[in-house]
């Protein structure tokens, strides 16, 4: 019973979600989409992007990751941008990390290297 209720909470997130991006999307290509055409981009990129977690991430980052041309919406492609976007932030958040460790390890050189790694990744985990 509790696995039904989380699987109805996460499809009615889904479903408001839809609808936010159903905004976005129209907000994005305002006087350069025709509106009949929002559906059926909504139901090619939700195809594309099953997780309840992916789609936050889309709205999020809507601008950055659907194309300039509304014709040029699919679901494969809006995926794939969404994926090499995630990539680049993940790669440059380890890279401030590591910028971050190795300040920290000049500001403290009477520390142990590992507890200053330590805390560098706890201060890092702070601006997830």
């Known amino acids: 019973m509790i696995i039904l209720d989380c699987f109805k909470l996460r499809e009615n997130q889904r479903k408001c979600l839809k609808a936010d991006i159903d905004l976005k999307l129209r907000a994005i290509y305002y006087n350069k989409m025709d509106p009949t055409d929002v559906e059926k981009h909504l139901k090619s990129v939700f195809g594309a992007i099953p997780l309840l977690e992916d789609v936050q991430f889309l709205l999020k980052y809507a601008v950055s990751i659907f194309p300039e041309e509304a014709e040029s919406i699919t679901g494969e492609?809006?995926?794939?941008?969404?994926?090499?976007?995630?990539?680049?932030?993940?790669?440059?958040r380890e890279a401030?990390?590591?910028?971050?460790?190795?300040?920290?390890?000049?500001?403290?050189?009477?520390?142990?290297?590992?507890k200053v790694g330590e805390v560098g990744l706890s201060v890092?985990?702070?601006?997830?």
């Open 124 to 128: 890092a985990e702070l601006f997830r």
């Open 96 to 114: 401030v990390t590591t910028n971050l460790i190795s300040a920290l390890g000049r500001l403290y050189p009477d520390m142990e290297p590992e």
């Open 77 to 92: 492609g809006v995926s794939h941008a969404m994926f090499d976007l995630q990539a680049l932030l993940t790669e440059q």
